[in-house]
């Protein structure tokens, strides 16, 4: 005998395993060379029934607990391959083998597990979940139902199956010598305590030396982790993109509740936060987990020249601290582009999860300034404007800039003078310059008539700018007329006759000598 559980109804139930043929307690016949042997007593320990369960070979009981409806879920050792209460075939030299029996011990599904090499199952408890939990010790590596390597000579192995007995996890303990599995018993957490005997030192799962000699067994209790839920699903929120959220567990789960409200395993998100979901389990176990989701906040930028020059090219270059990925417009993939024509240039980050920044920068051209002069250097009259022209009707983004402070395409001059035209863009300086000269331009009558008919009524001398002084002689040398700043005044009362003229520039050594005779 292996196992005595107390039942429902205050009686017991035995189990182990037996050899011998029928005689005695035992009713039903042995299928191989050793099976199963359930024994149902009473609470005063009257048998009432007897059941033997197994294959052609040999099948040891290690495992028993009587299940939620009545029944019970008998584990042990199996070599059998399928037949008589066998339906499955072995994986190795020996598996785990769980049976699934009614109330009254009749046989209502079974599962084989195992690896290519020897597993001993030495224990089954019921899951938080409605399931069962089979441990025991492996000495099989990766094959069959085994997902884990082994860690060393021998390893604790436990297997999780549903309430129907399909297998959802198995997990492999150990350390380098051998560690063997005796008892397993559910937690109040929800988790599970093995209680091994191990003669490893410290490595793999095992965290303490061996404390015994080399080779000896110690104990060595392992606690496993509880039902657990996680959440998957991304931490930055795309703008604009809805994200989904989904409550993933250890074990399965009665019912989902979200902070939101929500109760289905995903959740639907359209604003950033920190999102909770409780996950509660077969046997009121709950496990919460809780998921920040920040809000995206990356930025792209563009840097370079946003002008670019007459023949020339600029070298824009994205700026994403973080991004994964870069594609600008042009379809290039690096942080840097050349460029040689103007338009409006895009690049696109993607950063991990997937949300993208954008960036544009527009480039455009500069105008290009012909070569051009203001004209050869001048001399002109005293007193005259002169107009000094640079090119006009150039595109926007050129600047004149005159020596005389001037910003129009033109500029009147009226001294003389070097001037001089800057032609101003974002690339170039063109640079023209003209010298205008000034002389004198007098034009001075030969004859007056002051006759009062208001036509040459005065010695009127063309082009007398500033003071010109004015001495008048008559034909005898006597001078009748002098004047330091002669403004054309005089001749109205001139007697007819030629006199000889004298004009002088204040302050310069021009002179201009002749003859103007008066008639009337």
Known sequence: MQRVRQTADGGYILGGFIGSSAGGDLTGSIRGNADFWLVKLTAQGAKQWDRTIGGPGTDLLFGLFQTPDGGYAVGGTSDSGVGDDKSEPSRGTGDYWLVKTDAQGVRQWDRTFGGSAYDNLSDVCPGADGGYVLSGTTASGPSADKTEPGRGGADAWLVKVDDQGAKQWDRTLGGP??????????????????????????????????????????????????????????????PGNP???????????VAYRWNTGATTPTLAITLPGTYTVTATFAGGFTSTAAQVVAPFTAVATIGGDSLLCPGRSVVLTAQ??????????????????????PGTYLVVATYP????????????????????????????????????AAPAGLAPGVAYRWSTGATTPTVRVTQAGTYSVQLVTACDVLT????????PCVTIPTIIT??????????????????????????????????????????PSAAPGAYYYLLTQSGKDLVYKGWVEVVR
């Open 320 to 341: 994403a601290n973080g991004a994964t990925g870069l594609l600008w417009s042009t379809g290039a993939t690096t942080p840097s582009v050349t460029l040689s024509q």
């Open 432 to 439: 023209a310059s003209r010298t205008v000269l000034h002389r």
């Open 177 to 238: 010598e051998a560690d063997v599995v005796d008892r397993l018993h559910p937690t109040t957490d929800g988790g599970y305590i093995l209680a091994c005997s191990s003669a490893s030192g410290v490595s793999a799962d095992k965290s303490e030396p061996n404390l015994g000699a080399t080779q000896r067994l110690d104990m060595w209790p392992v606690k496993l982790a509880p039902p657990a839920v996680r959440i998957a699903g991304p931490t930055v929120l795309c």
């Open 243 to 253: 994200a989904q959220l989904v409550a993933t567990a250890t074990a399965t789960v």
């Open 353 to 388: 999860g997937g949300c993208t920044a954008r960036a544009q920068l527009r480039i455009r051209a500069v105008p290009a300034v012909p070569a051009f002069s203001l004209g050869r250097d001048t001399t002109v009259c005293e007193g005259s404007a002169l107009v000094l």
């Open 450 to 491: 002051p006759n009062g008919d208001r036509l040459n009524e005065q010695f009127v001398i063309l082009g007398l700018n500033g003071n010109w002084a004015l001495q008048l002689y008559n034909r005898w040398g006597q001078r009748v007329y002098s004047t330091d700043a002669y403004r054309n005044e005089w001749g």
